[in-house]
Nanobody, 124 residues
């Protein structure tokens, strides 16, 4: 069974940084689009960023210039470097994956593989 496992969440003050990691349990995911979503209390899943197999990226407007997504296919891992964090970034962050041939999507229903999430809390 394919697994995506996130790590790196925690509590940080506004203006601080965190780096999230998501490891896939199978090498097949090296050709998949890997993405990060987040869900704040009482809200639906929100697209954050995605990277395809050749490192092309796309970001939500709310995180452009602050967050950077990257991947290491040799390690089956995708990262989300989050800088200049704001209290509004507080959420559970999930990694997700979809086949690379389908192209980028910001819709959570378009991703068939999900991790269990990691909590990010930004204090003011």
């Amino acid at each position: 069974q394919v697994q995506l496992v996130e790590s790196g969440g925690g509590l940080v003050q506004a203006g601080g940084s965190l780096r999230l990691s998501c490891v896939a349990s199978v090498r097949t995911f090296s050709t998949y689009i890997r993405a990060w979503f987040r869900q704040a209390p009482g809200r639906s899943h929100e697209f954050v960023a995605a990277v395809n197999w050749n490192a092309a990226t796309t970001y939500a407007d709310s995180v452009k210039g602050r967050f950077t997504i990257s991947r290491d296919n040799a390690e089956n891992t995708v990262y989300l470097q989050m800088n200049n964090l704001e209290p509004e970034d507080t959420a559970v962050y999930y990694c997700a994956a979809r086949p690379g041939g389908l192209g980028f999507s910001q819709g959570p229903n378009d991703y068939g593989h999900w991790g269990r999430g990691t909590q990010v809390t930004v204090s003011s």
